[in-house]
């Protein structure tokens, strides 16, 4: 084995100080003031669902549970809104009374007519149970929005239940829909407008956000006067997507509330926040975004005052970082004696790298794993990029160690080993196909994705983190002369030129203020600049892909130290060892 050189502890200090230094600054305390210590919201959102719970799947939660969430939310809100009255095996109104708490009782309105008249009567026979703790009663949520009724039955609605109950009944909608429908407001008590900057058609930035919010609210005084408005809905996701510049985060999160809440103080804004606690069910029709607007995850998500820290965590990932990185570098310098002092440090830039970028994928796929599915995406992908980086350091180990590569495949190879794995055909000469075959699925899969993100994009978040390895493979072979030119065909063409075009696209698409799509959209053009490069080169000569595989490290492996061959002795084996590998490949399997 090679024995790791005494010269190699400072450069791993340096790159572990790096790293280090790369997880901290975007995870920095950063000042997110005004604070709200002592401030006692006027009302949340509440959605009792836990994980695995979902009333798409009618798996609601226990009447512990809620009594137990409800505790916890007492002593920090004032009120909680519902959006169904029939749902679940509890009676939240009564578990809201003995907390001392307030309900904008919801009555859910869609598209099926006789569910719609059961959710009035339960509605209506909830108010009047209740009178002193259901504080108004909203009458369908965004009903107009998803176009699941007409304005007529909606105001219909509205009618039945104002003449019999004696709270205040309303309707919460986008404030757009408000304007396009004015006539609504005649049948109600109050005016419910939802007002998310991030969600709207033209997204606003957090520091315009919520100078927004006030903007429409004094529109919507103005349009319908005469009536009380409420804030049904306000607030910033966690997690997710950008859309233009207006970004989740925990620290954004952070601003846009303590910022509107004091704005809310100071106007006298009768206002509802969304939500208590993050919903993982709603990832299945609002993707990461969906999920996670909750200002509790049953403990403290955000603290209402001082600095606030995108991911808490960010220390323990530096530390994994730099152990994933280590035993990288250990595997590898066990397995491939010889190598020089200055090598080895080579191949510890590159471990690092590689270990960074594993736990920067790990990170960025495991929280948001909200099902099955989601939980089996993560698996394959997260075995894939190990496995690559693996196998991308046992290759450069090969480069540096002066060992001849195998020879380079095709899309059109790598297409085959696919038809052969769902076949249940495998090759076992592993060595020959498995990196290059991998490293194609990726690309195969970006441009799946990339087509996705360029058609309906919406809900979708931008995967950087699931091609981290494949990015720092595509880069450090780039470093070492190792990315064939020529040689491919229609596969690297469809694949690369899909890849490529619908990156831009995107990235049009989205703008430039869009940062988190512009780092994206780079990083798909540089995974679909090799297949490109060997789909042009069609008619390179079949020997010069290979000719710069180790030009680069030849020229500094000569010293006796690292036992490798001289720059034309490396050649000639590398051709003899083609020559004998491309007749392997020929025998029957």
Same mark, same amino acid.
């Given at each position: 084995m090679s024995r790791p050189a005494p010269v190699l502890v400072l450069p791993l200090l340096l790159l572990s100080a790096i790293i280090t230094f790369a997880w901290w600054w975007p995870n920095r305390p950063q000042a997110a003031d005004p604070g709200l210590a002592g401030t006692r919201i006027n009302s949340v959102s509440f959605a009792?669902?836990?994980?695995?719970?979902?009333?798409?799947?009618?798996?609601?939660?226990?009447?512990?549970? *809620?009594?137990?969430? *409800?505790?916890?939310?007492a002593g920090r809100v004032r009120a909680i809104r519902t959006y169904a009255a029939s749902s679940g095996d509890y009676d939240l109104a009564s578990i809201a009374e003995r907390h001392g708490l307030k309900l904008w009782l919801g009555i859910w309105l869609g598209t099926d007519r006789a569910k719609n008249a059961l959710e009035l009567a339960r509605g209506i026979e909830i108010a009047n149970a209740h009178p002193q703790t259901v504080e108004r009663v909203i009458v369908g949520n965004e009903v107009l929005l998803r176009r699941d009724l007409a304005v007529g039955e909606l105001i219909a609605a509205l009618d039945q239940v104002k003449a019999r109950v004696k709270q205040p009944v309303t309707y919460a909608d986008v404030w757009e829909f408000w304007r396009q429908f004015p006539e609504v407001a005649a049948h109600v008590d109050v005016i419910t407008i939802h007002l998310l900057p991030y969600w709207e058609d033209n997204p606003t930035g957090i520091d315009a956000a919520v100078g927004h919010v006030h903007e429409v609210y004094r529109q919507m005084q103005v349009l319908l006067a005469g009536?009380? #408005?409420? #804030?049904?809905?306000?607030?910033?996701?966690?997690?997710? $997507?950008?859309?233009?510049?207006?970004?989740?985060g925990r620290v954004n999160q952070a601003v846009f509330l303590r910022r509107f809440i004091e704005l809310a103080n100071q106007e006298g804004f009768d206002y509802n926040l969304i939500e208590a606690f993050d919903q993982g069910w709603k990832y299945k029709s609002e993707g990461t975004v969906g999920a996670n607007w909750g200002l509790w995850s049953r403990s403290t998500k955000l603290p209402p005052a001082g600095l606030v820290t995108?991911?808490? $965590?960010?220390?323990?990932?530096? #530390?994994?970082?730099? !152990?994933? @990185? !280590?035993?990288?570098? /250990?595997?590898?310098?066990m397995s491939w004696p010889g190598l020089s002092g200055r090598l080895q440090i080579w191949l510890a830039v590159l471990a690092m790298s590689l270990g960074a970028a594993l736990v920067y994928a790990w990170s960025g796929t495991v929280p *948001? #794993?909200?099902?099955?599915?989601?939980?089996?995406?993560?698996? *394959?992908?997260?075995? /894939?990029?190990?496995?690559?980086?693996?196998?991308?350091?046992r290759r450069v180990a090969m480069l540096l160690a002066g060992r001849p590569l195998p020879p380079d495949r095709t899309g059109a190879d790598a297409t085959e080993t696919i038809r052969g794995l769902f076949m249940l055909r495998v090759d076992r000469r592993w060595q020959v196909w498995l990196f290059h075959d991998l490293s194609f699925v990726f690309v195969w899969t970006a441009a799946v994705m990339q087509l996705l993100l360029l058609f309906d994009p919406r809900y979708r978040d931008f995967p950087l983190p699931v091609f981290a390895v494949p990015l720092v493979a595509i880069l450090a072979r780039m470093v070492v002369g190792?990315?064939? $030119? /020529?040689? @491919?065909?229609?596969e690297e063409l469809w694949a690369g030129s899909t890849l490529a075009g619908a990156a831009i696209g995107s990235a049009i698409a989205e703008g430039p203020a869009n940062l988190q799509s512009l780092a994206w959209n780079g990083g798909a053009l540089?995974?679909?600049?090799?297949?490109l490069a060997r789909a042009r080169w069609l008619e390179a000569d079949s020997g010069s892909q290979f000719a710069s595989a180790g030009s680069y490290f030849a020229r500094k492996n000569r010293d006796p130290e690292s036992g490798s061959q001289s720059p034309q002795s490396l050649n000639r084996t590398l051709e003899k060892s083609i020559l004998a590998q491309h007749s392997f490949d020929l025998e029957p399997s």
């Open positions: 009792p669902f836990r994980d695995g719970q979902s009333p798409l799947s009618d798996k609601f939660p226990s009447a512990a549970e *809620v009594e137990q969430d *409800v505790a916890m939310l009536k009380p #408005i409420a #804030i049904g809905e306000t607030g910033w996701p966690s997690r997710g $997507r950008w859309r233009r510049d207006a970004a989740p995108e991911d808490p $965590r960010w220390a323990w990932k530096a #530390i994994a970082s730099s !152990l994933a @990185g !280590l035993a990288l570098l /250990g595997g590898t310098l *948001v #794993i909200y099902d099955h599915h989601l939980l089996l995406a993560a698996a *394959v992908n997260l075995t /894939g990029q190990a496995l690559l980086a693996v196998l991308l350091m190792d990315l064939p $030119r /020529g040689g @491919g065909g229609r540089l995974l679909a600049a090799p297949f």
